[in-house]
């Protein structure tokens, strides 16, 4: 609706610029292709945007946040996560879980790796996640767990889009879990930190 209200404010600024009959034609027909251009523009975008979202698995953009963390610091929660395996089913379903959490413009990339080992290893893995979570720039108790926050980029990803994007870890037992949160909309750490409560409690009621 708000794309075709464009079109017309478009086409009617463009007929009211032409004196000719055939000039106002012309240009309220060039006008209405390139709002039609952009519409679809803005289409392709927001499903580049989505893409893979629902499979479980984390999305190029997402793994590429995580390889220029990992290379930066090897001791970082990127590089803890690039160590580990996607547990694709158990992905799913917490995406499930948090669909539609927030609003339209925002979409989860959750994360779930399993720490393997025996109990020495185990300890090791451990001890690691825990290090590499309490140093990410914010970290909140919630529900008696550790949950980092980490805020990964602001990208273009077309001419009519751009989006926030943050890291939300924590560590559960033997499992790495959290989600890649992205948003179209400017989100600020405060807002998603205030979200976080309910979103964490959305994941562990799939756990």
Sequence with gaps: MRSRLWTWLLVGAAVSGCDAPEGRTRAAAEMAEM??????????????????????????????????????????????????????PVAVEIG??????????????????????????LAVRRAEADAAIQGMPRVELIDGLSVGF????????????????????????????????RSRRDVALAELVREAPRLVALVRSVL
Excluded: C, N
């Design 35 to 88: 709002a039609g251009s952009r519409t679809a523009e803005a289409a392709r975008a927001a499903r580049a945007w989505a893409g893979q979202l629902g499979l479980g698995e984390l999305s190029e953009a997402a793994k590429g946040w995580l390889r220029q963390g990992a290379e930066a610091s090897s001791s970082g929660i990127e590089a803890v996560l690039q160590k580990g395996e996607q547990v694709v």
């Design 150 to 181: 980490k805020q990964l980029s602001s990208v273009d990803v077309g001419r009519t889009t751009s989006e926030s994007a943050y890291l939300v870890m924590w560590r559960q037992h033997d499992r790495l879990i959290g989600f890649v949160f």
């Design 96 to 121: 499930r879980a948090l669909g539609g959490a927030v609003d339209t413009s925002t979409q989860f990339e959750p994360i779930y790796q399993e720490v393997p080992g025996g109990s020495t290893e």
